[in-house]
């Protein structure tokens, strides 16, 4: 079974500064991804960045990059210079990418970030 | 990124009525989607993965006689919920999962269903 866990419930950061959201996972399976995901107040799923767990370099997509630790079991994600536009809850979530899987995404609870201007 | 489409977005129905929400991949073929439910400020919740030519594989606890799920196509999957009831009212949000690495899911916008 996995397992992600978001601690979170809400973050404030101030517009251009950097903000990290924590997430914790659990799994058996020696294959998996990570993921994160934006859904504004408008409910859209919005994909930001992916990890997988035999990528050695941490992802990076534009202002997102994932702080990744195997070791701790950690897929952080850090947004840099913060925009008002990223106020939104965001979703970490994994699924396993063995062989067979169907590679159903597993989610946390979310954290809603809110950029102060 | 690619594109998959939900329709209708919102949508009202009395109580024992029944509802259909379509789910389409536009730009990709998806031979495995997921039904998701997610209650207000809540995380989402895997209901059900529809598989293109076979039935639905349905989380613990999803009626499947309630939650009908049909797959038809490559990209087209539908959800059908029977004999709505108040307690069925949620936002009903699908994905269609990329058929190579890093097989990402893509999200419908969702659908808010409000059972009277």
């Known amino acids: 079974a996995q397992k992600i866990t978001q601690t979170q419930p809400g973050m404030f950061v101030q517009e251009k500064e950097a903000v990290t959201l924590d997430c914790t996972y659990d799994?058996?399976?020696?294959?998996?991804?990570l993921f994160w995901y934006k859904q504004p107040s408008s409910g859209e799923m919005i994909f930001l960045i992916y990890?997988?767990?035999?990528?050695?370099q941490n992802a990076t997509e534009g202002r997102y990059s994932l702080n990744f630790q195997k070791a701790r079991k950690s897929a952080n994600l850090v947004i840099s210079a913060s925009q008002l536009g990223d106020s939104a809850m965001y979703f970490c979530a994994m699924s396993s990418i063995s062989s067979g899987s169907a590679r159903q995404l597993t989610f946390g609870s979310g954290t809603q970030l809110t950029v102060l201007p | 990124g690619a594109v998959v489409s939900q329709h209708p977005s919102r949508v009202i129905c009395k109580s024992g009525t029944s509802v259909k929400i379509e789910c389409r991949s536009l730009d990709f073929q998806a031979t495995t989607m997921f039904w998701y439910r997610q209650f207000p400020k809540k995380s989402l919740m895997l209901m059900a993965t529809?598989?293109?030519?076979?039935?639905?594989?349905?989380e613990q606890g999803v009626e499947k006689d309630k939650f009908l799920i049909n797959h038809a196509s490559l990209t087209l999957s539908t959800l059908t919920v029977t004999s709505a009831h108040p307690e069925d009212s949620s936002f009903y949000i699908c994905?269609?999962?990329?058929?190579?690495?890093?097989?990402?899911?893509?999200f419908g916008p969702g659908t808010r269903l409000t059972v009277t």
């Open positions: 990890q997988g767990s035999y990528d050695q």
């Open positions: 799994t058996s399976d020696p294959s998996y991804g």
């Open positions: 994905s269609a999962r990329q058929t190579r690495a890093p097989y990402e899911q893509y």
């Open positions: 529809s598989n293109e030519g076979s039935k639905a594989t349905y």
